[in-house]
């Protein structure tokens, strides 16, 4: 039985963290917006429980509102984030905490904006450059599969922008040599995928993978070496 002490909201510059501070690593079976109140995510926690003096914090967030906790049968919990509005995110664990990524929707972008997160992995970073070596792009009957392949691992950046409504990923210190590659997939909510160079001038070259979307949408990310892998689901319901 994993316990939950603590769920504090972390607001950075450019997304929204929901930190989950917990006994042992927790099972989310699974996590979608809820159709009543599409606001709402709802994240289904399997074989837990809250501390006799678990908190909420949620801190000065314009995008969350509101987080309950709904106790159900068989020691299950659900965990249901009410939002300003849908936004995309993501959940992964960091430094024995389950966060959940909100990637709001900037509308008002003064200058290329760096997360402080990322200001720090960059200040560390050896003076070199990566490439961008091929984006690949599988269907499956439940999911999409894209994955970017560089010669190295790189810093990454993701934050959401509108019209249109798009996921959009930046790889620092990455060249991107080929042409702009545009892949319009029509299915799971995602009209095309794109790749290309966004910046080449210093302090860093840039290049930047895009989902164009339909609606907000949870997806996944792995990080294998010198791979990124998101997966975005079929379902209503994804299982994390």
Known sequence: LVTINKISVKPEKLNTLIIFETSAPPTISETYYLKDT??????????AETAED???SRGESLLVE???VEKIEDNDIHVLIDLKEQVPYRIYAEQEQTIVELNRI???LD???????????????P???LLFRE???FEEKSMVNVTARLDEKAIIQIFALENPLRLVVD?????????????PLGKLDIQRVRTGQFETAPPYTIARLVFDLDRPKFYTLLSEQESFIFQFYKDEVARV
């Open 38 to 47: 599409p606001s709402t995510i709802v994240l289904e926690f399997d074989n």
């Open 54 to 56: 678990f908190q909420i």
């Open 66 to 68: 509101d987080i309950r």
């Open 106 to 108: 900037q509308r008002t």
């Open 111 to 125: 200058g290329y904006i760096i997360d402080s997160a990322t200001e720090e992995e960059l200040k560390k970073w």
């Open 127 to 129: 003076k070199k450059q």
């Open 135 to 137: 984006v690949g792009i």
């Open 171 to 183: 790889f620092f210190h990455t060249l991107y040599p080929d042409p702009t590659f545009r892949y």
